[in-house]
């Protein structure tokens, strides 16, 4: 059985920091990304990495304040997030694709999400 569990988000202030994981089980995936929806918005891209080569991807607006990383040790994928911004609050959530081909921000290629984690930042 495939899971993806999110963990990590939390009530922040603006200009802090704060780390997600996403632990995958069941299945090893080429892909893995993070997405987010904020509340009457739709679901946007913010970062992916291919687990094999390393190349990542990130939303223009998180540029130089988030990265993203795989510990494939640990099947797990990170989201380290410096600088936070009352828009970044939103649920985040982890979604896993295999294949060969990068789907990048492309949500429809993504074959499993998590349950999402809760992440806002106060100002």
């Known amino acids: 059985q495939v899971q993806l569990v999110e963990s990590g988000g939390g009530l922040v202030q603006v200009g802090d920091s704060l780390r997600l994981s996403c632990a995958t089980s069941?299945?090893?995936?080429?892909?893995m990304a993070w997405f987010r929806q904020a509340p009457g918005k739709e679901r946007e891209f913010v970062a992916s990495?291919?687990?094999?080569?390393?190349?990542?991807y990130y939303l223009d607006s998180v540029k130089g304040r988030f990265t993203i990383s795989s510990d494939n040790t640990k099947n797990t994928v990170y989201l380290q997030m410096f600088t936070l911004k009352p828009e970044d609050t939103a649920v985040y959530y982890c979604?896993?694709?295999?294949?060969?081909?990068?789907?990048?921000?492309?949500?429809?290629?993504?074959?499993?999400w998590g349950q999402g984690t809760q992440v806002t930042v106060s100002s």
């Open positions: 979604a896993a694709a295999s294949g060969f081909n990068n789907p990048r921000g492309e949500s429809k290629k993504y074959e499993y």
């Open positions: 069941g299945r090893t995936f080429s892909y």
């Open positions: 990495i291919s687990r094999y080569y390393g190349s990542t």
